[in-house]
């Protein structure tokens, strides 16, 4: 027999311990989509970088600047900015930023746009990460970086027939190999050897977004395919850097399409197979010892516990934000949270399933939670649902295809109350 959901003060009083990191105002400690003043141990005097990123930390420009600043461990405030796809970018940004291109950074109040300008000021400044971006052995790098995002793009976002699909397919395993050769001659695990260098930043956002979104159009699994990428990509996973930044299959694939002007499924058993888990679970997406092709980090203890805690702190937008309306919803949260947090099922009213999954399909990685706090809330708030006793096969509303102004932050910038 399903237990009875705990009440809200119940469930504030399991969040007994609240890290600085999982808020806002981490200064210091792991990387973390919340933070909005990174210090690294220096005192606040000592920041003269201002990175102007998305609210969504989607951006794939954004992100290799982010981990630039978070590598070299240069002290920066952050200010978020709407992505047009998600929202009306802020008035005050596009008068500092008439264009609206993301990022911008100031350097000691002088203003500059384009992400590898970006870096070349900050190496000028700071330092580079080994090898600067106009070295020798990065130049050839950046070249083939591009050549790949090229082909994913033409596979990824060009509608083919069978054989055009095949083609597109094996001129990309073609420039994927070309990266797999270079890391081999390094010595690895990393581009230029064993050390993380700019190189591999450069590589980051888009080989990270080809690993989910090839899965789930494609039925390609990237790491399966290509061993020293998975390599490449573990090594990447070790650190907490890397960990701070990095989304999830879900958010990408559904992130993508309007950024990219659409993204064409195949259609063959691979590919319908794997979206379907990579929507609706159970994660990781594969079954049995095979490697996770998300993620080579095991689950930490506290996943759960950051997920509840992410969830508590905006619960009010949440519910009011709700197809349910926040009196529909409110016992079927609490129900969800109550399975994430004691692991035991618990009964949600009687047609709450599709609210319940409009929320499981709305969850953001990395500016929610964690990659493996947002699986532990996914997979409560599907298990709840699918516990529905009038309608567990109930949907939420489709994710749209045009943009993500389901993903508008605004509702979500108020001081939500702590808990």
Not at 63 to 77: D, S
Not at 309 to 320: G, I, K, S, Y
Not at 341 to 361: E, V
Request: with cysteine; aromatic share 8%.
């Amino acid at each position: 027999m399903a237990a009875d959901p705990l009440s809200w003060s119940e469930l504030e009083a399991l969040v007994v311990e609240r890290p600085e990191r999982w808020g806002e105002d981490r200064s210091d400690g792991p990387t973390s989509a919340q933070a909005r003043l990174r210090l690294f141990g220096q005192p606040e005097s000592q920041v003269r970088v201002t990175l102007y990123r998305d609210h969504h930390a989607w951006c794939p420009y954004c992100q290799k600047v982010w981990l630039w600043l978070e590598e070299r461990r240069i002290p920066y405030r952050v200010e978020k900015v709407t992505m047009f796809c998600y929202g009306e970018k802020e008035a005050w940004y596009k008068r500092l930023v008439p264009a609206g291109m993301l990022p911008a950074l100031a350097l000691d109040g002088q203003l500059v746009t384009e992400s590898d300008r970006i870096l070349e000021v900050l190496e000028q400044a700071f330092g580079s990460l080994g090898p600067g971006l106009a070295d020798p052995a990065v130049l050839p790098l950046r070249r083939l970086e591009r050549l790949l995002f090229r082909a994913w793009c033409q596979w990824l976002c060009v509608a083919h027939g069978g054989r055009g699909d095949a083609e597109a397919r094996e001129q990309f395993r073609r420039w994927a190999a070309a990266m797999e050769q270079v890391l081999a001659a390094s010595g690895g695990p990393f581009l230029l050897g064993t050390a993380l260098s700019t190189a591999d930043l450069v590589f980051v956002p888009y080989v990270e977004r080809m690993n989910a979104s090839l899965a789930y159009y494609k039925g390609y699994l990237l790491r399966q395919e290509h061993p020293a990428i998975e390599r490449w990509f573990s090594a990447l996973e070790a650190r907490d850097t890397y960990r701070g930044t990095q989304s999830d299959f879900h958010t990408h694939c559904h992130d993508l399409p309007p950024q990219m002007g659409g993204c064409h499924a195949n259609g063959s058993a691979r590919q319908s197979q794997l979206a379907l888990r990579i929507d609706t679970g159970p994660w990781p997406i594969l079954d049995g010892p095979q490697a996770d092709p998300e993620t080579s980090e095991p689950r930490p203890a506290e996943a759960g516990a950051i997920a509840l805690a992410r969830v508590l702190r905006h619960r009010h937008t949440l519910l009011q934000r709700n197809p349910l309306g926040a009196a529909g919803f409110d016992p079927a949260l609490r129900a969800a949270l109550s399975r994430l947090a004691l692991g035991t099922a618990t009964a949600p009213p009687g047609g709450s399933a599709a609210g319940l999954r409009h929320l499981r399909d709305r969850i953001s990685v990395p500016r929610d939670m964690p990659l493996h706090a947002a699986r532990a809330l996914r997979s409560a708030l599907e298990a709840t649902a699918a516990a529905d006793p009038l309608s567990p096969g109930g949907q939420g509303e489709p994710i749209p295809q045009q943009h993500r102004r389901d993903q508008d932050p605004r509702p979500f910038l108020t001081n939500a109350p702590s808990v």
